[in-house]
């Protein structure tokens, strides 16, 4: 059986809280990633899911070391990223890179095309000057844009094509891993298929792993072989796509895709409407027992007391649920 190309094993990320301005004293921590275990296999693409606020986008900088991890371990081919000197980091970097959810804030304004795509290949040697020109106009040409734009500055393109240019900067470097942080929450809806598509597009050519973290199920549904779904820090639920989306398990789950509008509107009024009660519980103060049961419609006085197990509830699927039935062939979505 093949290595997982990323294995994130117990991962607990908390940012401290201090109050006082002179004399300032610890009170608590906020749990933004809270014990999370992942598998990425070779050349799969997976996709993160879960509304603002619930760790996601912690969870992507922890496993690209931009924030440290409190506990656990993330290794990435074998070799746990956690213990690397940050000499041995940098060397290994570039066969894990991340596409940030603004291009416009993860682009220097005072670089030009040509020199946002050129650094990154100068800085780990992986050409010779003389053969940058023609790397960056393949580039280019690559993502969909002509290379004539290379002397032009970020300012001057519209959203989806920054988006183009930050996903050609980011395949400068020929990695094996991407992690895709909402590529296309800040992009019209009109552009948002063309970069996912592309995305699709040079993840099959380039042999590439992803993950995909998003808050829109709908997003990653058609990219995606697996989908793993976390509330509050957890991950709540794990399966493969076509599986998460016909018969979710978790209450939570469903409540995700009840919430994604049907194209035909005589269903979409006719559909029951699974409404979530209060708001998400503040990582500061996690509840007890299952993290989500202060808004579950199925709660029971058993979930707050006692952490649901996340465990295999059918072949290709996990829950972290006391209610959540053992998946049969045939099940369907509520």
């Given at each position: 059986m093949n290595t997982p190309l990323l294995e994130i094993i117990d991962v607990k990320v908390h940012f401290p809280v201090h109050r006082g301005v002179f004399f300032p004293r610890r009170i608590g921590a906020i749990k933004a990633v809270d014990g999370v275990s992942l598998d990425v296999a070779r050349g799969e693409v997976l996709g993160l899911v879960g509304e603002s606020g619930c760790g996601k986008t912690t969870l992507a900088r922890a496993v690209m070391r931009l924030v440290p991890t409190t506990a656990g371990r993330i290794r990435f081919d074998g070799v746990d990223l956690g213990a690397l000197t940050p000499r041995a980091l940098r060397a290994i970097r570039p066969r894990f890179q991340m596409i940030f959810q603004d291009p416009y804030a993860s682009l220097n304004p005072r670089m030009t095309v040509f020199d946002a795509i050129a650094e990154p290949i100068l800085v780990h040697g992986l050409a010779k000057r003389n053969e940058i020109a023609a790397r960056v106009s393949e580039l280019m040409e690559h993502v969909g844009l002509a290379a004539r734009y290379v002397k032009k500055y970020p300012h001057e393109f519209s959203g989806g094509q920054r988006q183009r240019i930050a996903i050609a900067?980011?395949?400068?470097?020929?990695?094996?891993?991407?992690?895709?942080?909402?590529?296309?929450?800040?992009?019209?809806?009109?552009?948002?298929?063309?970069i996912l598509n592309l995305i699709a597009g040079l993840s099959k050519h380039h042999d590439l792993t992803l993950v995909l973290v998003s808050h829109d199920l709908a997003v990653v549904r058609h990219l995606s072989h697996r989908i793993a779904v976390m509330y509050l820090g957890k991950i709540v639920e794990i399966g493969d796509a076509e599986t998460v989306f016909n018969a979710p398990l978790h209450p939570y789950t469903q409540a995700?895709?009840?919430?994604?509008?049907?194209?035909?509107?005589?269903?979409?009024?006719?559909?029951?409407?699974?409404?979530?009660?209060?708001?998400?519980?503040?990582?500061?103060?996690?509840?007890?027992?299952?993290?989500f049961h202060p808004r579950c419609p199925i709660a029971e006085p058993e979930c707050a007391i006692t952490v649901p197990p996340f465990v295999a509830k059918g072949e290709n699927q996990k829950a972290a649920c006391l209610k959540a039935p053992e998946q049969t062939e045939g099940s369907q979505s509520l």
């Open positions: 900067r980011t395949l400068a470097l020929d990695p094996k891993l991407i992690i895709a942080d909402e590529p296309v929450s800040a992009l019209d809806v009109s552009v948002q298929a063309q995700l895709l009840n919430a994604i509008p049907l194209p035909d509107p005589d269903h979409e009024r006719a559909r029951a409407k699974l409404l979530l009660k209060g708001d998400p519980p503040s990582p500061l103060n996690p509840p007890g027992g299952c993290p």
